[in-house]
């Protein structure tokens, strides 16, 4: 594991040597000019503002994207080729799994061979910042002022604390951002209410009575078919921060995540406005000693850190799941998904407890940007823009129009049958899955209620977050950090490393590869890595959004 956040830190702070050398060819303000710039006129001549098609003459882009499991490589998708016959805009795309994309991304940007742009781009803060000052990605504000972005200006003067969450610290707009409205926000962990039942187990309220419920799944054979083949608590690996993924969920249930969410890996803001890195507090090393207990007792899938959704779907549709922490519904589960509920908060403190799975309003951030090769920025902002308008939102998350869902007189969106109710046993995610970009986040969208028709609005699924709506943290609390370019070149050489390490020694205190005794030397070490200064700069940003 070493070895992956060594060269994931090198290839930050790749970008960080080319924003202090200079090598990408900058203008005064830290942007690059586009690629083509001598066919400005040219192009923006074939561009209409509104309306389609968005090119009177074809347009022809390269797009990186990363491709959730579920969905289509996006060369083949039929959602994208038909928005291509509607804008006119032809994108040959890079479709990488999303496993894999983090690196490919990293290393397209570290040898400066880029795209014309980015979807699902992923981009923290820091990159979106480290990629600006190097001129790779470019400000979209003149092409925003210019309106090759109806939709997100007109959503700006409707609500500027969009604006406030999309503006990076140096004043400029580098991204468009992931808007949501709708219960889709909210993540959720599933506990199995059949299992429950067939015991005489009351629904788990506190972390204890949470351990003593995974302890009777794991032993008293709640699936009746005579095997210890039950799998008391699972999850499957989404990002490289398994350790993080992990215990996350449960961040809330010690108290943690209050005053702004978690804001980074292992960090959030305590009662005193002060940015704190949780790993080091004494709390969260109770966090790790209870996970140790579940791993030491064979209550955690010994796969956890390794295996795939479908894995996870496959153990599910065998009945030998109790409890897992994923997506903002259940029919991703399988054929057994009925049998899972949302848990509660689970206390495990005397004082104030949170459900920390929940985004702000406007997330994802760093979800499309534009890169300094493009030939035709103009196209390529418009194409994204659709996405912020009730009619692209519905394409990215319900499909065609007449083909997948229909608009009744009312003007609510709803799925066709043969997708809402699939015949062949398809969730409404894998039955859409050829015609929708919306799995797995990070699109460029803006969602509401009356759009989303996906799985997290179904009634059902409203009804299972009620459990845990009073705990969420307020929107205008949740924070998205915005860094200065010295502070994110400062940040570049310290974050990667402070929390892949972290990561690396959660997993390890969890699995009993290192012993809990040796702790204090974990902080020790975290603290030699700079945490101070890490601490600081976040604190700087927090108390800049904060006023």
């Given at each position: 594991?070493?070895k ?15 924003a ?20 400005a ?26 491709k ?39 290393l ?31 400000a ?22 969009i ?19 709708a ?10 209410q ?18 003593e ?8 054979d ?10 008391p ?61 579940l ?24 009945d030998r ?34 459900w ?50 229909t ?7 709803k ?87 972290t990561d ?13 005794g ?8 975290l ?21």
């Amino acid at each position: 594991m070493r070895k992956k956040w060594v060269a994931a830190a090198a290839a930050v702070q790749v970008v960080s040597l080319l924003a202090m050398t200079g090598c990408a060819s900058n203008n005064n303000d830290g942007q690059s000019e586009p690629a083509g710039q001598g066919a400005a006129a040219e192009s923006k001549d074939n561009i209409n503002k509104t309306g389609f098609p968005i090119a009177n003459e074809p347009v022809q882009l390269k797009g990186l994207v990363s491709k959730y499991e579920l969905v289509k490589d996006w060369n083949e998708h039929k959602g994208m080729k038909h928005y291509e016959e509607l804008s006119n805009v032809m994108i040959e795309w890079d479709s990488v799994p999303q496993n894999s994309f983090e690196e490919r991304r990293n290393l397209l940007f570290a040898s400066n061979d880029l795209p014309d742009f980015v979807m699902r781009a992923n981009l923290s803060s820091q990159l979106l910042t480290s990629y600006a000052a190097t001129g790779q990605i470019i400000a979209l504000d003149e092409l925003i002022e210019a309106g090759y972005a109806p939709n997100l200006s007109a959503l700006m003067e409707e609500d500027e604390g969009i604006r406030k969450a999309i503006t990076a610290a140096d004043g400029h707009i580098y991204s468009l951002p992931n808007i949501s409205e709708a219960d889709g926000r909210i993540s959720s962990s599933w506990i199995n209410q059949k299992w429950l039942e067939k015991l005489g187990l009351d629904m788990p309220s506190t972390m204890d009575e949470f351990y003593e419920v995974l302890k009777a799944f794991k032993e008293k054979d709640p699936n009746g078919n005579q095997q210890a083949d039950e799998v008391p608590f699972t999850g499957y690996k989404e990002t490289k921060s398994s350790g993080n993924e992990l215990i996350r969920t449960f961040y809330g249930s010690w108290g943690y995540g209050g005053n702004s969410g978690i804001i980074a890996p292992y960090m959030d803001v305590d009662g005193e406005d002060k940015i704190r890195y949780i790993a080091t507090d004494v709390k969260f090393k109770e966090i790790i000693v209870f996970f140790n207990k579940l791993w030491t007792e064979g209550l955690i899938d010994k796969e956890i850190f390794s295996q795939d959704m479908n894995k996870v779907v496959s153990k599910v549709d065998e009945d030998r799941v109790g409890f897992v922490a994923r997506g903002n519904n259940n029919l991703w589960l399988g054929n057994n998904r009925a049998n899972y509920v949302q848990n509660p908060v689970l206390r495990a403190t005397d004082g104030d407890i949170y459900w920390v799975g929940v985004n702000p309003k406007v997330r994802e951030v760093g979800s499309f940007v534009i890169t300094n090769k493009n030939p035709n920025p103009e196209a390529t902002l418009r194409w994204a823009d659709h996405f912020l308008s009730e009619e692209g939102t519905a394409l990215a998350r319900l499909g065609i129009k007449d083909v997948t869902y229909t608009i009744d007189a009312d003007g609510f969106y709803k799925l066709k049958d043969e997708f809402a109710n699939n015949p062949n046993g398809l969730t409404v995610d894998e039955a859409l899955s050829e015609y929708t970009i919306f799995q797995g986040g990070q699109i460029t969208q803006r969602v509401t209620q009356k759009v989303d028709q996906s799985a997290a609005v179904l009634p059902e699924m409203i009804a299972n977050k009620d459990i845990i709506r009073p705990y969420l943290v307020p929107d205008e609390k949740l924070m998205n950090p915005s860094f200065t370019e010295e502070e994110n070149i400062k940040l570049g050489t310290i974050a990667t490393d402070l929390e892949a390490y972290t990561d690396e020694q959660v997993v390890k205190f969890v699995t009993g590869s290192r012993p809990i005794g040796e702790w204090d030397k974990f902080v020790s070490a975290l603290n030699n890595m700079k945490l101070d200064e890490y601490l600081a700069i976040y604190q700087a940003a927090y108390d800049r959004w904060n006023q």
